[in-house]
């Protein structure tokens, strides 16, 4: 059964702190690893990767995945209240490419 | 990014009776669409996997004939619930996918069954 782990399940951070979340998978048929930011509705969608080592960046937010480990981290910086959501990890697989989704990183930044 | 729709966006209805959710790609072809589950607290689970005009592919545990899933077109699939329980009380999403790995997710339906 396909399996995709998250820490930590919450955390809490001033605003301005810097936070790793980590996304540790184990599945068959390995294609795509995702991370979406759901705040009150449907996750909203921020990196795809595929390849190991490859540093994908948007503003504050940046990701890497390392196939080797089989696991990824997201990385924000200078946090912003804004920022406060749930961060879900899903791992994409075999050729319809479905989705498993991690259980998702409840993050809130306090003023 | 590509957009998805879904309608409506929150629904109440009587024990027993059937509800159509309806989920709309706008500005691409979604050859594939899926459908999730939501609980409270909880991540998303995979209902169902449809491609368009073609049968949809169900997951473990989840009853088709419960969970009728049409794709009639690359940018329209439907998902009705019939003869609706009080556990089928969930947040409904779909997402779509233009033959690329990645999935854009619609608003979510929230299905309340009294």
């Known amino acids: 059964e396909d399996k995709v782990v998250q820490s930590p399940l919450s955390l809490v951070v001033h605003e301005g702190d810097t936070v790793t979340l980590n996304c540790s998978y184990e599945?068959?048929?390995?294609?795509?690893l995702l991370w979406y930011k759901q705040e009150k509705k449907a996750p909203t969608f921020l990196f795809m990767l595929?390849?190991?080592?490859i540093e994908k960046k948007s503003g504050r937010l940046s990701s890497i995945l390392d196939k080797k480990e089989l696991f990824s981290i997201l990385n924000i910086t200078a946090t912003q209240t804004g920022d406060s959501a749930v961060y879900l990890c899903?791992?994409?697989?075999?050729?319809?490419?479905?989705?498993?989704f991690g259980t998702g990183t409840r993050l809130q930044v306090t003023l | 990014g590509a957009v998805v729709s879904q309608h409506p966006s929150r629904v109440i209805c009587k024990s027993g009776t059937s509800v159509k959710i309806e989920c709309r790609s706008l500005d691409f072809q979604a050859t594939t669409m899926f459908w999730y589950r939501q609980f409270p607290k909880q991540s998303l689970m995979l209902m169902a996997t449809s491609n368009e005009g073609s049968k949809a592919t169900y997951e473990q545990g989840v009853e088709k004939d419960k969970f009728l899933i049409n794709h009639a077109s690359l940018t329209l699939s439907t998902l009705t619930v019939t003869s609706a329980h009080p556990e089928d009380s969930s947040f409904y999403i779909c997402?779509?996918?233009?033959?690329?790995?990645?999935?854009?997710f619609g608003p979510g339906t929230r299905l309340l069954v009294l």
């Open positions: 899903a791992v994409g697989t075999g050729t319809a490419s479905k989705l498993t």
């Open positions: 997402s779509g996918r233009e033959g690329k790995e990645t999935q854009y």
């Open positions: 595929t390849s190991s080592g």
């Open positions: 599945v068959t048929n390995f294609r795509s």
